[in-house]
């Protein structure tokens, strides 16, 4: 037996080889990556391939970053620690002092306080414009004008954008349009097959699909915004962990199935919904009551989603009932879940709103919005109506 000294521990062990091979990708924590010589590494540098240190990039977040982009019709996409980091990485990445922003007046929460509280205070205009009018829109333009951001389906409301009409706007201004597909996912629509620039998602909620990791995708049509995204990804160290990427790659795996199914019940569950005792009205794109009906059908091609929202016929006291009659349905601000989860905009992502804002949103003390997820139709239906019942 040779004697070594304890401190030999802390040399790294090759990995054991074997012909055959993993049929799981590895989780692969390591922050460095050792070079054998420094040529090695000049040359790695210079053409920035393979990995030297995590927050320039590592291979869980590669592998994930490949299979969404095939997900998306996309090239060298880029993973970042969650969908605020993305949208944090392309605003940082691509904007200066002076330029002007326009954002649907219905983005998530914190990307409407990034564009009112937070550009701003860089230097960077910003304003807010409903995305299902194109007069309001193009109204909204100016000269300094860098970049549209929008969501195709609007939260809570489920409105659907003009993406035609935004489109043809952006290029004929030759304004950058960046399309946060999160709600929508490329299972619904495809932002790069109607001309968007840039495409982001928070990966935390459809598409890893599990409620257990935190993460962000963004990807740019031009190859040179493709660079000054990453670099602010890495620069500002927006970079995602290992084990959520690795999370999130078993996770999209059953993205598709897990979508397909969500959407189908949602779509029965708005059915069952509208009309039902205590429901005063449904919001679901492919419903033909739906606001934006014959955009819905041309913008998703009948792909509604399993995003819904409804409005309860009484108030607060109403939906209180309603969540305490249906204690098994997770009353949680987040969505896509692969359960189906329920948030109330009045006391959470709308409570900064006055009640006059929230109405004019058309959002009441009764209104909820739904994810829905994979369980039973059946059992989402029976539960849904008994509790909307038990509120009157
Ligand atoms: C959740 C969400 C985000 C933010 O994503 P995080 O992963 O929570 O940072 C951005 N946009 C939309 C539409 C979202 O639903």
């Given at each position: 037996m040779i004697k070594t000294p304890p401190t030999s521990l802390v040399r790294r062990t090759d990995w054991p080889t074997s012909v055959s091979r993993p049929v799981v990708t590895p989780l692969q924590p390591s922050v460095v990556y050792a070079s054998p010589d420094p040529d090695a590494l000049d040359a790695q540098y210079a053409d920035a391939?393979?990995?030297?240190?995590a927050r320039e990039g590592h291979p869980n977040a590669e592998v994930l970053a490949r299979k969404i982009d095939m997900l998306e019709g996309a090239d060298n996409g880029i993973i970042t620690g969650s969908g605020m980091s993305a949208i944090g990485a392309v605003f940082l990445g691509m904007l200066k002092a002076g330029d002007h922003v326009l954002g649907g007046d219905q983005l998530y929460g914190r990307s409407l306080r990034l564009m009112t509280q937070d550009l701003p205070r860089l230097g960077i205009t910003t304003s807010l414009a409903d995305p299902t009018d194109i007069d309001a829109m193009r109204a909204a333009i100016r000269p300094e004008t860098r970049m549209i951001l929008v969501e195709v389906v609007s939260n809570p409301t489920i409105r659907v954008a003009d993406m035609e009409g935004i489109a043809a706007l952006a290029k004929e201004t030759g304004v950058l349009l960046v399309v946060d597909n999160t709600f929508t996912t490329p299972r619904s629509y495809k932002p790069f097959e109607h001309d968007a620039d840039i495409v982001i998602h928070s990966v935390t909620k459809l598409l890893a699909g599990h409620s257990d990791a935190t993460l962000g995708y963004v990807a740019a049509r031009d190859p040179d915004h493709r660079t000054l995204i990453n670099d602010a990804n890495v620069t500002w160290g927006l970079t995602p962990s290992p084990f959520d990427c690795w999370l999130a790659e078993r996770g999209l795996h059953s993205f598709e199935l897990r979508y397909d199914r969500a959407q189908d019940n949602a779509r029965k569950l708005a059915d069952a919904l509208a009309g039902a005792k205590g429901i005063k009205r449904v919001i679901y794109?492919?419903?033909?009551?739906?606001?934006?009906h014959n955009r819905a059908t041309a913008v998703l091609g009948g792909q509604g989603g399993n995003m819904l929202s409804f409005e309860l016929e009484g108030g607060r006291a109403a939906a209180n009932a309603f969540t305490r009659a249906a204690p098994e349905l997770a009353f949680a601000p987040t969505l896509g879940d692969i359960g189906t989860t329920l948030s109330h905009p009045a006391s959470?992502?709308?409570?900064?709103?006055t009640p006059e804002g929230r109405s004019a949103l058309g959002?009441?003390?009764?209104f909820f919005r739904v994810s829905v997820g994979v369980e039973d139709a059946e059992l989402l239906i029976n539960e849904m109506t008994a509790a909307a019942a038990a509120t009157v």
């Open positions: 391939s393979g990995f030297t240190y794109p492919t419903r033909p009551d739906h606001p934006d959470s992502s709308h409570r900064g709103l959002i009441s003390e009764g």
